[in-house]
């Protein structure tokens, strides 16, 4: 009713592996097939690079792309800023440098 999107859009779903991100997919899914909506709809994660941190929620999204069969896109921040968290983290210790 409010055309939030146009036909031949993408729509990128930011995919944690969490219940919010993947009952998004799934409903934005179902409704973009019920109602011929003609978006792309990809998910979206993003590893931030710590060890043991995303890897399991990772392989809920990686089941998520397989299920919804969608796109899935895995970005990470060493291909964004050319740095791991943990390779932050050993750089410059772990201090609480949020101030």
Excluded at 27 to 56: A, F, P, Q
Excluded at 76 to 89: N, Q
Aim: with cysteine; proline share 2%.
């Amino acid at each position: 009713k409010e055309q939030l999107f146009k036909p031949g859009e993408t729509i990128a779903v930011a995919a944690s592996g969490g219940k919010d991100s993947t009952v998004l997919a799934h409903v934005l899914k179902l409704l973009n097939e019920r109602h011929s909506y003609g978006l792309k709809l990809v998910l979206l994660s993003i590893d931030e690079g710590i060890t043991g941190y995303r890897d399991d929620s990772l392989e809920t999204v990686k089941r998520n792309q397989q299920q919804y069969d969608l796109p899935l896109i895995i970005l990470t921040y060493k291909e964004l800023y050319g740095w791991s968290m943990d390779e932050i983290v050993k750089a410059v210790g772990r201090k609480n440098n949020c101030k």
